[in-house]
Structure formats: C-alpha cells, structure tokens
T-cell receptor, first 113, second 112 residues
C-alpha cells in the first residue's frame, strides 16, 4: 500500500509565476489536509478537503491560493503570482473517514526566486 | 481557535537518559493529541497519539500522558538512542474536523 504521494518534490518558480502542487492520498483515504512549513518553523494548517468539497479553508490566504480535490485524480494546491514569502515546504496529509490518524506525504519544497 | 504551546524548544539528553517534552492546549473541545517526529528534510511521522478518554498510552520506549483538566499532554522517551535525534511536534484536533494545530516543535539532540 503506497503512502501519500506528492509531486513535484522540489519546485522553483520566479516571482509572479504559478505553482501547482499535487497530492495523491493513500488508497482508501478520502480526507486530505494541506499544511505549510516555513523554514525552521512548525506546520500550519491551510485547507481541509474531501472529494469534490472544501470543508475548511480557514488557514488559507484569501488571495492567490486555491485548492481542489476532484472526484478523479490528485488534490491540487495552486498558488498564483507567487512571491518570495511563499517559499516553504508544503505537506499534504490524508486519513480515512473513521479515524483520526493523518499520514503525511514527503512534501513539496517551493522556492521562489 | 485552538492554540498549542510546546516546551522546550531545544533539548539535549545523554544517550540512555530520558527525554520529556510538554504541550498545553487551549480548546477544551480538542480530543485527539498526536505526536510527530520529523527528521531533517523529511516528512512528519506519526509516532504515538492519545485520545481524550485515555490518560496514558505507551509504545515500547515512547509514552504519552494527558491531563484534560489542566489541558496539557507530554511525550516521554526512555533509554534514548542517537536515532531519536529529530524535531518533535505535538498537535491537537477535535472530532468533526480533525485539522491539526501544531506546537512549535522541540529539537531533540541525543549526545552519544
């Protein structure tokens, strides 16, 4: 059973470009969470999604950031017009409906130049 | 919203000794408290968790205790080994949403 997959693992973007981060949850997991980790800091919740639904986006910046988890395919975190402050590691985690345990992917390290 | 505080931020322990990391939370509705270990450049890994209907849980050298009245929980690592060196994060969540609110992390260094 493959774990949570994220790609790309490293992403370099210039200021003003778009970044698209993908997350494939573990098989059978229908809940996906995205977290951001700034260098030398803890993880901050961004958004919680179930298939085709955003459940909680209270941690996501109102502008430039969006997330989706379509019926088919991976969850996508999209950052438009990236700025230097967006440089961070972005982790997704997944879980099954009946459990609390969240399992993390390897993360995407975004660098904005 | 929930706020989780974690102490200490750094901890150095002689190999073989015990390490204790403490967290407090603010939301009395929180009922799930996991601990994650993160090595440099790696993903957070769930090492142990506890639910609010339990006061203590143990898994080999790792144990977690929860005091609901005081709203604090602790991670205990006994007989520490060099491979225990990492950053440890506590977190809290509650039923119905389960988004994790993390503490700021403890960098644990095991001195050989």
């Amino acid at each position: 059973n493959a774990g949570v997959m994220q790609n790309p693992r490293h992403l370099v973007r210039r200021r003003g470009q778009e970044a698209r981060l993908r997350c494939s949850p573990m098989k059978g997991h229908s809940h996906v969470y995205w977290y951001r980790q700034l260098p030398e800091e803890g993880l901050k919740f961004m958004v919680y999604l179930q298939k085709e639904n955003i459940i909680d986006e209270s941690g996501m910046p109102k502008e430039r950031f969006s997330a989706e988890f379509p019926k088919e395919g991976p969850s996508i975190l999209r950052i438009q017009q990236v700025v230097r402050g967006d440089s961070a590691a972005y982790f997704c985690a997944s879980k099954v409906s009946s459990s609390y345990e969240q399992y993390f992917g390897p993360g995407t390290r975004l660098t904005v130049t | 919203g929930e706020n989780v505080e974690q102490h200490p931020s750094t901890l150095s322990v002689q190999e073989g000794d015990s390490a204790v990391i403490k967290c407090t939370y603010s939301d009395s509705a929180s009922n799930y408290f996991p601990w994650y270990k993160q090595e440099l450049g790696k993903r957070p890994q769930l090492i142990i968790d506890i639910r609010s209907n339990v006061g203590e849980k143990k898994d080999q050298r790792i144990a977690v205790t929860l005091n609901k009245t005081a709203k604090h929980f602790s991670l205990h690592i006994t007989e520490t080994q060099p491979e225990d060196s990492a950053v440890y994060f506590c977190a809290a969540s509650r039923y119905g949403n389960e988004k994790l609110t993390f503490g700021t992390g403890t960098r644990l260094t095991i001195i050989p």
